[in-house]
């Protein structure tokens, strides 16, 4: 599948349901953070699932975890971190454009951030694109060299 296309729902979804693996390129972070201070976007930030813990790349831990479900109905996690370490952070205006509230991290669920931080890595490599490769003939060839 061509970049677009593929979502976290298909790479978890089609795996699971099927026992099939999607190839395809997911979209980039689109966060402005990502953009602009890659070292502070969301995939930075260490996630303990199991301790429902966040962990910026500071070093500071999160206060809350709260799931809920976004407007498409998708499961995401809202994290925020403590207001007084935020406002004293050197780095604060790399992480959060907010001048007074704490810096706000939101994520997917479990299975479908893992899914897309796999999946944004791997389509970095050598080996990615040479399967990716294999269906689209040139026109794959030539769209690919942007990813890259």
């Known amino acids: 599948m061509d970049t677009g296309y593929v ?8 795996c699971t349901q099927y026992d099939v693996e999607i190839i395809g390129p997911v979209r980039s972070d689109p966060s402005w953070q990502a953009r602009n201070n890659p070292k502070f976007a969301a995939d ?16 500071q831990q999160s206060i809350t975890w709260s799931p809920r479900i976004d407007i498409s109905g998708q499961p995401i996690i809202d994290i925020r971190f403590p207001t007084a370490a935020c406002r004293a952070c050197r780095v604060r205006r790399r992480c959060t454009h ?6 706000g991290l939101t994520i997917r ?16 490599t050598p ?22």
Do not use: I
């Open 98 to 103: 907010s001048k007074k509230d704490p810096c």
């Open 7 to 14: 979502t976290a729902e298909h790479l978890v979804n089609s």
């Open 127 to 148: 080996e990615f694109l040479k399967v990716y490769q294999q269906r689209g003939g040139d026109y794959l060839r030539y769209a690919t060299r942007s990813l890259f």
């Open 44 to 59: 930075k930030f260490q996630s303990d699932w199991d301790q429902q813990v966040a962990t910026c790349p500071m070093g």
């Open 109 to 124: 669920a479990q299975a479908f951030q893992e899914a897309l931080q796999t999946r944004r890595q791997s389509q970095q």
